[in-house]
């Protein structure tokens, strides 16, 4: 089964700082990726996905990942952090299989965004 | 799209009785899911729909859980004997049902149980 792992289970930047958050799946082939972003008390919002083509993907609130076959990653990077940005990201891939249309999500990363 | 909506928002019990939730998913939308997100964890996957028809469980869909989704629109998750270890957020979602693995799943806010 395909699976994702978030290593990261905390992480704290100051506002205005880059930020880049790691995914990394395994999976033999290419695989589909998604990251969302839960606030809390929230359910998930979609901030961007990968499917095939360019690896650099972007997405809303000015986020982006990158997919990266070499290192089993897809990452998810933001130039500049607005306080609005804290909340938990979760990293996501198809569970994959015929008929299986799950998704199996990472632990997820809290990101803190101090002023 | 009015996004995938649930009902309702919270939900307090004591342990032993039964809740029922419902999602409404994205008009269109003919795939729904059921997830079940713990504290400090990911969703993890109960169910999903293919119109009617629901066509996976997980092993965590204990006997206790059941979901219909009966005109392929809206569906309910009832939880029957509620235990304490019920006390999680219930995650809907739905998709267009594209072929593979592109189909992108659009989340609803989540109803919170608290099972006393």
């Known amino acids: 089964a395909q699976s994702v792992t978030q290593p990261d289970i905390h992480i704290t930047v100051s506002e205005g700082a880059s930020l880049e958050l790691r995914c990394n799946y395994s999976y033999g082939a290419t695989p589909y990726l998604f990251w969302y972003v839960q606030s809390p008390g929230q359910g998930l919002q979609l901030l961007l996905k990968y499917f095939s083509g360019d690896t650099l993907v972007q997405g809303i609130k000015g986020f982006e990942a990158e997919f990266k076959r070499s290192q089993s990653s897809f990452n998810l990077r933001k130039p500049s952090v607005h306080w609005s940005d804290a909340a938990e990201y979760f990293c996501?891939?198809?569970?994959?299989?015929?008929?299986?249309?799950?998704?199996?999500f990472g632990s997820g990363t809290r990101l803190q965004v101090q002023p | 799209d009015t996004g995938v909506s649930q009902d309702p928002r919270h939900k307090i019990t004591k342990r032993g009785q039964n809740v029922t939730f419902r999602c409404d998913p994205i008009?269109?939308?003919?795939?729904l899911y059921w997830y079940r997100q713990t504290l400090g964890q990911g969703p993890e996957f109960l169910t999903y729909f293919q119109n009617e028809a629901q066509l996976e469980k997980s092993r965590l869909l204990s006997d206790r859980f059941s979901a219909e989704r009966p005109k392929g629109s809206f569906s309910t998750l009832e939880i029957q004997r509620t235990e304490q270890g019920d006390s999680a957020m219930y995650l809907c979602?739905?998709?267009?049902?594209?072929?593979?693995?592109?189909?992108?799943?659009?989340f609803g806010p989540g109803t919170r149980l608290t099972v006393l």
């Open positions: 996501a891939v198809p569970q994959g299989g015929t008929g299986r249309r799950a998704l199996t």
């Open positions: 008009s269109e939308h003919n795939r």
């Open positions: 979602a739905s998709s267009r049902g594209l072929a593979g693995g592109r189909d992108t799943q659009y």
